[in-house]
């Protein structure tokens, strides 16, 4: 008996489907990806609506200028390095540390005047702090 082998050819893989599913994921990529725009944030701060404005019984209020100036509990200072915010904020604090610190800047105050002031709050041991806001309707006046 004579057995015929037949012609042995390499399996073939069709790569031209695979390309298609992966132009299809790629294209579905492209479309779906949000793209940020950081030229086109605008924002207005600080406006909040709150219910009611709470009072706090051991407040340290401090108060941040459109130019960086700081005045505590309505004292303003005559430096603004954060070893002088911090000493203040000491002073005003009377050694208890649980006292609030009520950060009120201006809205168009710089950034660094606000992270000097919680920066400051750090080093005199004060943790709790919060921010003073106006509500919309207030901000429209």
Do not use: C, W
């Not at 960086?68 to 009377?94: C, F, H, M």
């Amino acid at each position: 008996m004579h057995f015929r082998h037949g012609s042995r050819d390499e399996p073939e893989i069709n790569l031209i489907p695979f390309i298609d599913v992966l132009l299809v994921v790629l294209i579905f990529l492209m479309l779906s990806t949000t793209y940020s725009k950081f030229t086109e944030m605008q924002l207005r701060l600080p406006v909040a609506d709150v219910e009611a404005a709470r009072d706090y019984p051991k407040e340290v209020i401090v108060s941040v200028s459109a130019d960086g100036r700081y005045a505590i509990n309505k004292t303003p200072l005559p430096d603004r390095s954060v070893e002088a915010v911090t000493a203040a904020l000491s002073a005003a604090a009377t050694g208890a540390k649980d006292n609030v610190v009520i950060i009120s800047a201006d809205a168009s105050a710089a950034h660094q005047s606000v992270i000097t002031v919680m920066e400051a709050a750090r080093r005199a041991g004060l943790m709790q702090i919060t921010f003073a806001t106006q509500s919309a309707a207030q901000a429209g006046r």
